[in-house]
Each structure stands twice: as C-alpha cells, then as structure tokens.
C-alpha cells in the first residue's frame, strides 16, 4: 500500500492553463506538506496543513491555491501557469505538527511541466 | 534565519571506499537533524534523525551521522560505499521553536565508480 500517493506523476501542459496536483496519505499523519523541488534539486516548503487548517504559507505566488478537504487529502491547484512553475512538486505528510517526532514520509513527486 | 548548508555538490567514491557528507546548519534554536537519500524518479526516504541524546546516531542501509553543536554539522557516514548508494542526499534540519518546519540543503549527488 503506499503511503503518500500523488497524481499525476508527470503533467505538461501549456503556460497560462490551470493545473491541479492530487495527494492523499493513508498513515493517519495529521499534518501534510506541499514541496517544491526546482532544476537545481532545491527542496523548498510551499505550504504546511495540519488538520485541514493551514499553517505554513512560503510567500508563494497566490496563483498557487492548496486545498485540504480532510486530513488525509492535500491538493495543489494553480493557476495561470508560468515556465518557472516547472519543477518536481512533492507531497509529504508527518503525524504530528508540533512534535519531536518530526519525520517526514514523501510521496513519489509530480514532475511539472510548463511549455 | 535558519540555513543548511551541504558544501559539497558531487562527491564520487569508489565502491567499497568509506563516505562523509558534510552538513552544516544555523539555527538559533534546538535543532532536530535528518538526512534524507532521493534515488532518480523517486520520493525522499528518511535515512536517520537526531533529536537528542546520543550524538552518534544509527540509520538505514548502514549510514550513520554525528551532530557536533560546537561545530553546528551533522555529517552523514558509511564505511564502505555500495554502488546501489549512487543518489542524492539531503540533510534539513528542524526546530520546535519554528513551528517543526523542515528546511533542507541544496544536496549532494553522491556518484559510485566500481
């Protein structure tokens, strides 16, 4: 069974379409995370939710709006798409926010392409 | 501001050759220290962590690491490299007092020639 699965895993698509990345984690965490991992392999936090609500927003562009129906669900959608938002995005999900216990477990990544 | 640092881009081994990783890190708080290893197409697997305690930690596929405060690193070792390491390796680094966020390095590219 995998863990933290996203979807799609490759995505290319035209510059100003509107795109949406799915993730779901089956561990019970109560906290998930959207990554954003660029050319460079720079692993960079866009967005943290713990329990549907939102706790770490990364000054990232508001074209980039995350979506929590459960906490077992964290979707990425964006919009207007730009060649800069071409990057590898990952998933991550932990048990808890505040905790020590601060593993994080990745999904596989979506790997994004803006044309 | 919190910060990793890994100095080394690429690092290339020979198989059976020992390996560190250097990492360091500022942070003005307590840090939680983890490496992480990505295979090619693949997500990022935990390898090992630090909390507290012993400074020498144990971790998977035989890595270990050692956080030294005074020197702020948390270098990652094996003694004898397999090819089937050939990955890149992050090390992030966490704290309670800025909301458990992990912050990762640029990582390193750790190639194997047999």
């Known amino acids: 069974d995998t863990a933290v699965s996203q979807t799609p895993k490759y995505l290319v698509t035209q510059m100003g379409n509107d795109k949406s990345i799915k993730c779901e984690q089956n561990l019970g965490h109560d906290t998930m995370y959207w990554y954003k991992q660029d050319s460079k392999k720079f692993l960079k936090i866009m967005f943290s939710?713990?329990?549907?609500?939102?706790?770490i927003n990364e000054t990232v562009p508001n074209r980039f709006s995350p979506k929590s129906p459960d906490k077992a669900h964290l979707n990425l959608h964006i919009n207007s798409l730009e060649l800069g938002d071409s990057a590898v995005y990952f998933c991550a999900s932990r048990p808890l926010a505040g905790g020590p216990n601060g593993e994080l477990f990745f999904g596989e990544g979506s790997r994004l392409t803006v044309l | 501001a919190q910060s990793v640092t890994q100095p080394d881009i690429h690092i290339t081994v020979s198989e059976g050759a020992s390996l560190e990783l250097r990492c360091n890190y500022s942070?003005?708080?307590?840090?939680?220290l983890f490496w992480y290893v990505q295979s090619p197409g693949q997500g990022l697997q935990l390898l090992l962590k630090y909390f507290s305690g012993d400074t020498l930690v144990q971790g998977i596929k035989g890595f270990e690491a050692e956080f030294k405060r005074s020197q702020s690193s948390f270098n990652l070792r094996k003694p004898s490299v397999h090819w089937s390491d050939a990955a890149e390796y992050f090390c992030?680094?966490?704290?309670?007092?800025?909301?458990?966020?992990?912050?990762f390095g640029a990582g390193t590219i750790l190639r194997v020639k047999s």
């Open positions: 942070y003005g708080a307590t840090p939680y």
């Open positions: 939710y713990n329990n549907k609500e939102l706790i």
């Open positions: 992030a680094v966490g704290a309670r007092e800025y909301g458990n966020k992990l912050v």
